[in-house]
C-alpha cells in the first residue's frame, strides 16, 4: 500500500517564505510530485523530483529525499494568488499508480 | 489549457440513476487516470487504463466501471447513484509512466 502524509494547513504572510513537507511510504518509488490546486478547480503540475536533491524552478523549489521518504516544496516570495492546496503524489511500483496526499490548504495573508 | 478534455463540466442527477463521464486525453498519451474528489478531500484514485488495458485500480467502487477505447478515450460510468456519490470526478493522462499527468478541468456530480 501507500501512505502519503501532509501538513492539513499552513498560513504565510505575503512576500515571505514557507515549506510544505511530505512524507511517503510506498510499494516502489518512480517519482515524486508536487501539484497546485485552487478551490474547485484541477491539480496544475509544479514540480517533479525522481533523484535526491533540490530542483529548483522560478519562485518553487522542491528537495527529495528517497533514502527518509521525504520531501519539501518551498515557495519564496509569496503572493496572494498562491493561496490554494499544495498535492504531493508519488508514483508507486510500475509507474501505475499515481497516488496523492490529501494537500497542504496554503492561506497567504497581508 | 493542459490538453485533456472532459465532458460534461457539471451532472445533477436523481439517487438510483446511471451516468456516464468522457474523458479525451492529450494528444499522443496513452495513460488515463480517474480519480474522485469529494468535498475538502483529496484525491482518490480510482482506476488506470494503458493503451486500451486496464493497468490499476484503486478504491473503485463496484458500481462503478470504466473503460479506454481503440480512439484512446475513456469512459467513466457510475450506476445506482448516491447522494455521498457527489464530487468533483477528475481524468488525467500522461505518456508513459512515471510521468506528470495533466488533468482535465473535472466533472462536478450531484447526486439529488
Known amino acids: 500500500g501507500q501512505n502519503i502524509d501532509q501538513p492539513t494547513e499552513m498560513t504565510a504572510t505575503e512576500g515571505a517564505i514557507v515549506q510544505i513537507n511530505c512524507t511517503y511510504q510506498t510499494s516502489g518509488f518512480n517519482g515524486l510530485f508536487w501539484y497546485q490546486q485552487h478551490a474547485g478547480e484541477a491539480p496544475t503540475f509544479l514540480s517533479y523530483n525522481v533523484l535526491d536533491g533540490l530542483e529548483e524552478k522560478g519562485r518553487f523549489s522542491s528537495f527529495l529525499s528517497r533514502s527518509k521518504g521525504y520531501s519539501y516544496l518551498l515557495l519564496k516570495e509569496l503572493q496572494m494568488k498562491d493561496s490554494a492546496s499544495y498535492l504531493c503524489?508519488?508514483?508507486?511500483?510500475?509507474?501505475?499508480?499515481?497516488?496523492f496526499g490529501k494537500g497542504t490548504k496554503l492561506s497567504v495573508i497581508p | 489549457d493542459s490538453g485533456v478534455t472532459q465532458t460534461p463540466k457539471h451532472l445533477i442527477t436523481a439517487t438510483g440513476q446511471r451516468v456516464t463521464l468522457r474523458c479525451s486525453p492529450r494528444s499522443g498519451d496513452l495513460s488515463v487516470y480517474w480519480y474522485q474528489q469529494s468535498l475538502d478531500q483529496g484525491l482518490q484514485f480510482l482506476i488506470q487504463?494503458?493503451?486500451?488495458?486496464?493497468?490499476a485500480k484503486g478504491n473503485i467502487l463496484e458500481r462503478f466501471s470504466a473503460q479506454q477505447f481503440p480512439d484512446l478515450h475513456s469512459e467513466l460510468n457510475l450506476s445506482s447513484l448516491e447522494l455521498g456519490d457527489s464530487a468533483l470526478y477528475f481524468c488525467a493522462s500522461s505518456g508513459t509512466g512515471g510521468t506528470e499527468a495533466f488533468f482535465g478541468q473535472g466533472t462536478r456530480l450531484t447526486v439529488v
Open positions: 487504463y494503458y493503451n486500451g488495458e486496464e493497468r
Open positions: 503524489a508519488v508514483w508507486g511500483a510500475g509507474s501505475y499508480q499515481l497516488t
